[in-house]
């Protein structure tokens, strides 16, 4: 969605590019955060039917902490790690995006042996490292208590990372956390059938599940009055 964006800003010339020009962000931004934000609502979604005691530890967070009179409000995100883990271990085993936008190396230098010359172009391929056996204990599982910690560093890179980072990573978060965080507040989730989910993907510059989700929901008796007042 974003790339026709950024390919006529690739055509631009440089000088038409001034600093009292700040259209790029802003535009980009929302491009960025919200078609690949779609993405990772419905991985994390069928993560949590295929592990309903990790989908019920959510519910039980938000319930404790925003509790039936409201929906989750972006002022409630800080307070639900467990959330806030699930969707690191989905952008972990399901990135939006395979390979991380191109940068460029600045200076010389050696990686792994292998001499960087200055001004080659840089693909980090963020799907092998997220699930590098070596970075990531039984680094296929989906376990979102090994988040929390805050020794991730670099071993997780959805939105790059230093100051090229993504421009849509804090949209994209907050947009996850809100609809997924509402989604598990205001229904009870259940698989179509005795069948797990399937997690193929697939393909596409983003990573779409091969198969659309398909799911069963019905109201949470607690939550009814709240939603019948979104009518």
């Known amino acids: 969605m974003g790339w026709p964006v ?3 800003l690739a055509r631009s010339d440089p000088a038409d590019l001034r600093a009292e020009q ?3 962000p802003p535009i980009l931004t929302p491009l960025a955060g919200t078609d690949t934000s779609a993405i990772t609502i419905e991985w994390a979604m069928a993560l949590l039917l295929n592990h309903p005691n990790a989908m019920q530890k959510v519910w039980v967070e938000i ?7 409201c929906l989750v409000d972006d002022s409630d995100l800080p307070k639900l790690n467990y959330l806030q883990n699930v969707i690191n271990q989905t952008i972990r085993l399901f990135p939006s995006v395979l390979v991380i936008l191109p940068h ?8 792994s042996g292998f ?4 001004g080659t172009m840089l693909l980090v391929n963020a799907w092998t ?3 590098g056996h070596k970075l990531w204990e039984d680094s296929t599982s989906f376990i979102p208590e090994r988040f929390g910690e805050g020794n991730e560093g ?3 890179l959805p939105f790059g990372g230093g100051r090229r980072v993504c421009l849509g990573a804090v949209l994209g978060r907050r947009v996850v956390g809100l609809v997924l965080g509402s989604l598990i507040q205001s229904f009870e989730w259940g698989r179509i059938g005795p069948e797990a989910v399937d997690l193929a993907k697939g393909p596409g510059l983003t990573m779409p599940k091969a198969q659309p989700l398909e799911a069963m929901c019905k109201p949470r ?5 709240i939603l019948d007042n979104l009518c």
């Open 129 to 131: 490292i997220h699930r």
């Open 115 to 118: 001499d960087i010359p200055k």
């Open 6 to 8: 950024l390919a006529l």
């Open 104 to 111: 460029e190396s600045t200076h010389d230098c050696t990686i």
């Open 221 to 225: 008796q607690a939550m009814i009055h």
């Open 154 to 156: 670099y071993k997780l």
């Open 63 to 69: 319930d404790s902490n925003v509790g039936r009179d």
């Open 22 to 24: 700040p259209a790029g």
